[in-house]
């Protein structure tokens, strides 16, 4: 991992300073760049409301070698940790490796670890291309995802993730408001009700909608037949002032039921800290940053990542007695 961070340091310059905790204090306010939008604080409060989560220790058991395991539409993950789409790397990262590359070393590298990575979507069409291109090349092992464009468009970039074998395909409809993608003629926005369930009818695969963070959204996404949703709030990057995820989570999981995926991202740096998102109601979690500075060793930067963080959960695990993935719950929380 030192040795991961000293790369980093190396390749983005002050756009990230690869900082001892990724916490958002020294690039707050810094887009483009890796910080959070305004002050800061959407990012800290995801890693603050995590932080605040305490997992209770339990050591008499029979649990020696907990199964991380993780099925995701009918594809086996070694873990229920996967990589968050990120596009933009020139834009927002000081461009140490090119789209197409980073594409293509965050399918493989989590491809080789186990996991699955998501790519991105962005103002340039090099970046949904260079995804999709990664995707196909791996046997369609990876999930794109969409900005929030008119229906037709995505529609068709749909269309375009199944022909590459993908295993689904996301929305993220947390980018709403993105001026970069306005400016350059490429208009987005929030989605009604109608339109998810235009969506939900026209694209085949597993549909996805990234950006819930309110209970009425989520109920909405299932009324609509939606797939999945990610609890996200952008990585801090879009609306000052927000809870952390982790904060969100619990009653936004309570009020689906079990009815969909629910996927989660936000200040997760550990293994413990996957635990703790799965015990408050996520099936699985998504890396951001984390994966963009282990992206700084290529493939294999990334791949020593999941693998890194897959040993700390399984640790975690033995140590407050759980089995295996459907054995997580709340009751693994340490409640005074």
């Known amino acids: 991992m030192k040795t991961l961070k000293e790369l980093g340091r190396q390749k983005f310059g002050k756009v990230c ?21 305004g002050t ?3 990012f800290w409060n995801n890693l603050s409301a995590l932080g605040e989560v305490r997992l209770r220790q339990r050591i008499i058991h029979e649990v020696h070698k907990p199964s991380t395991g993780f099925c995701l539409w009918g594809r ?17 990262w000081n461009g140490y490796v090119s789209e197409r590359e ?14 699955m990575g998501m790519v991105g979507d962005g103002r340039l069409a090099e970046i949904y ?13 990876g999930i794109p995802t ?3 464009r008119p229906n037709e468009q995505i529609i ?17 409809v947390d980018a709403a408001a993105l001026l970069n993608m306005t400016i350059s003629g490429q208009p987005v926005g929030p989605k009604t009700l109608g339109e998810l369930e235009e969506l939900k009818k026209y694209v085949k695969l597993p549909l996805v909608v990234k950006g819930v963070m309110d209970v009425e959204d989520a109920v909405m996404c299932a009324r609509a037949g939606i797939d999945g949703i990610v609890v996200s709030n952008h990585g801090g990057r879009v609306l000052d002032h927000t809870p952390g995820t982790a904060e969100v989570l619990p009653k936004i999981a309570s009020a689906l039921g079990g009815e969909m ?7 997760i740096r550990t293994g413990f800290d996957v635990l703790k998102m799965l015990a408050l109601g996520a099936d699985a979690v998504l890396l951001g940053r984390p994966i963009t500075q282990a992206g700084a060793g290529g493939e294999e930067g990334i791949e020593f990542l999941l693998n890194y963080l897959a040993s700390e959960l399984a640790a975690a695990m033995i140590m407050t007695g759980v089995s295996d993935l459907g054995a997580v719950s709340s009751e693994i929380i340490y409640k005074p």
Request: proline share 5%.
């Open 17 to 37: 300073r690869v900082c001892p905790v990724c916490d958002g204090r020294a690039c707050a306010g810094e887009i483009p760049g890796a910080g959070g939008v």
């Open 40 to 42: 800061g604080k959407a």
């Open 76 to 92: 086996q993950l070694a873990m229920p940790i996967l990589a968050a789409p990120i596009g933009g790397i020139a834009f927002n």
């Open 102 to 115: 980073y594409a293509r070393m965050v399918i493989n590298g989590t491809r080789r670890a186990g996991s």
């Open 129 to 141: 291309d260079s995804g999709i291109d990664a995707i196909a090349a791996a046997e369609g092992w």
């Open 146 to 148: 969409i900005k929030p």
């Open 156 to 172: 068709e970039l749909a269309a375009r993730a199944e022909e590459a074998g993908a295993a689904a395909v996301a929305i993220d």
């Open 261 to 267: 995926l629910v996927l989660v991202d936000g200040g």
